[in-house]
């Protein structure tokens, strides 16, 4: 049975509990004590690890209420200058003291007396850390920070008038499954046209960014910041050249059964051609699932599936009630986007999204509680590194939840309601795979083509989402696609982070495979693997959770007809 906890008592006595991260005069010290240190044994420096590890898990808690609170209210000028204050006085400080930390650590003449596998990961990662660190580059990497808060905060204050009223983005979402197709092309066109106005600027931030960004990896002596980045995110374990084997495999074998669907959709709703307003609706005109009203249900509806899906996750789930832990629905003035941030001091997380009443809103919150569990089920780690597991494992934690809930969406649905949903997020699987290998395939560009211009920057997007995208029609909408891509915020404040996505649900579908056959030997294995957090290199990571790692075509081929199959069984 889980163990659940309002507070998590400290590895170490290093940091008292009353500490302010973001106060240098009280931090400071402190690291620079830990710089000072003398090491005399192997045990002195696993010492050292320790009361590094609390003094960076305050810091980061600091640092992510401060984050959060600013992307729950993008319109308040006090909160958004506290993050820009950390972001511009403390951010600079940090990763300076840590990159003398981290190099005095894997030059320490007693790393190489420390339990190999205990610690192979993170001296790995200090190492490349070390090997990429440049002091120039920390003045710079502010500058990426707060051009991407300037992003968040123009999506933010999105909104438009339909319906009578004044909407945020998120809360036309509902509109795109109306069965009147009339109601469904306005809302696309006003979300659409509102977006655009806010393009040019957009545009430039990111004209701004790329320059950073191409700048850091000159710097760092590398050939574009597409090698810094995969250095940077510590991906030991994939390459360019395998991305770009998950795009041809994505290309091979998902777009097809993309374009299969959307055969099937056109002749369901007897259309010749398929605009891009029609993609969300139901094909058969049955009126939009409405699983929820208001965050209680939505958080109720999950609790019941995580209790009937395994009792020591839905008793993990409703720790979260309490403790400012959920902040789900759409306003004025919140961030795009849902995520969800550990944090680190007291181990415990908090989910962000902007729910509208949909059925992907529940698809977000099991998504995020996903995460949530990873946290929570790794937090007996002591060390804040190894709470971090890699993304691609990360995303695993989340995806596969979504996937494994499918037999308890009666909780939110009656049976053929249920159905509907289950076909629509298998459906939702396939066009995944597509979306991420455009966006991944686009940022490969974007960064080996350091001098592009916005114009060449359109034009291969527009060639990429007509190898990846959806086989609609986009007459008269030219603009409105080539500007696409601008709603994907990773580009602007995650570069590079995408891939991870694709590479996860391939690892999601394996575990679903392995829940359908056997449910509680999946829960087993997701709960063991997800304990490790970042322990391991990535390959063990799903070898614990009874999963391949492998993204290439075969891999893509084999999943995909399991779900080709499964789609073939549910109802339309």
């Known amino acids: 049975m889980t163990t659940l906890l309002t507070t998590y008592p400290t590895a170490t006595a290093f940091a008292s509990a009353d500490l302010d991260g973001t106060d240098w005069a009280q931090v400071g010290p402190l690291y620079e004590s830990l710089l000072e240190r003398t090491l005399k044994c192997k045990g002195c420096l696993e010492k050292l690890l320790l009361d590094r590890s609390e003094l960076d898990a305050t810091v980061g808690e600091s640092r992510g209420t401060l984050y959060i609170e600013m992307t729950r209210h993008t319109d308040d000028e006090a909160t958004k200058a506290a993050f820009l204050r950390f972001v511009e006085e403390m951010d600079p400080k940090i990763k300076d003291i840590s990159f003398k930390l981290d190099r005095r650590i894997v030059q320490c003449p007693f790393a190489d007396d420390l339990d190999e596998e205990r610690y192979k990961v993170l001296l790995r990662g200090l190492d490349a850390d070390v090997k990429l660190f440049r002091e120039e580059n920390i003045a710079i990497e502010v500058e990426e920070t707060k051009l991407g808060q300037e992003y968040s905060e123009i999506c933010g204050a999105m909104t438009v008038e339909f319906d009578g009223e004044e909407k945020t983005l998120p809360q036309m979402g509902p509109y795109m499954q109306q069965n009147d197709r009339q109601v469904r092309e306005n809302a696309f066109r006003v979300v659409a046209e509102r977006r655009l106005k806010d393009s040019e600027k957009i545009d430039t931030i990111f004209d701004s960014m790329v320059k950073l960004r191409n700048t850091i990896a000159d710097n760092a002596d590398l050939d574009d910041y597409r090698d810094w980045a995969f250095r940077a995110k510590h991906r030991f374990d994939y390459t360019p050249a395998t991305c770009e084997s998950f795009h041809r495999g994505v290309r091979e074998h998902a777009v097809p059964l993309m374009h299969a669907m959307n055969r099937h959709r056109a002749e369901a709703m007897k259309l010749d051609t398929l605009r891009p307003w029609d993609l969300d609706v139901d094909p ?36 979260m009630r309490e403790g400012d832990a959920l902040d789900l629905e759409s306003r004025k003035g919140k961030a795009p986007g849902g995520y969800q941030y550990d944090r680190e001091r007291r181990r415990l997380p ?3 999204m902007n729910a509208a009443g949909l059925m992907r809103d529940v698809d977000t919150m099991v998504h995020e509680a996903g995460h949530a569990f990873h946290s929570m089920l790794s937090r007996d780690e002591p060390l804040v590194a190894y709470r971090h597991p890699p993304i691609e494992f990360a995303e695993v934690a989340s995806m596969s939840m979504e996937l494994i809930a499918h037999p308890y969406l009666d909780e939110f649905l009656s049976e053929e309601d249920a159905g509907r949903a289950r076909r629509k997020h ?6 995944t795979l597509c979306w991420v290998a455009t966006i991944d395939a686009f940022q490969h560009w974007l960064y080996t083509h350091p001098h592009h211009t916005s114009e060449q920057r359109d034009i291969y997007w527009l060639e990429l989402h007509a190898n ?19 709603r994907q915020l990773h580009l602007f404040e995650v570069p590079f982070y995408y891939i991870e996505y694709g590479i996860a649900q391939l690892g999601a579908l394996q575990m679903w495979m392995i829940y359908r056959e056997d449910p509680q030997r999946a829960i087993d294995l997701y709960r063991k693997a997800m304990s490790l957090g970042g322990s391991r290199p990535l390959p063990e990571l799903f ?3 009874g999963l391949v790692f492998d993204f290439g075509p075969v891999t893509i081929a084999r999943l995909l007809s399991e779900v080709e199959a499964e789609l073939a069984a549910l109802p339309a």
Do not use: Q
């Open 468 to 486: 990846f995208g959806p086989d609609v029609s986009w007459d008269g909408l030219h603009s409105e696609r080539a500007k696409l891509w601008h």
């Open 350 to 352: 908090f989910i962000f």
């Open 426 to 431: 298998l459906e939702g699987v396939v066009t």
């Open 284 to 319: 058969l005109g049955r009126e939009p699932l409405r699983p929820f009203d208001g965050s209680t249900e939505l958080i109720d509806g999950a609790s019941r599936i995580f209790h009937r899906m395994d009792p020591s996750l839905g008793e993990l789930f409703d720790t």
């Open 543 to 545: 070898a614990e959770a």
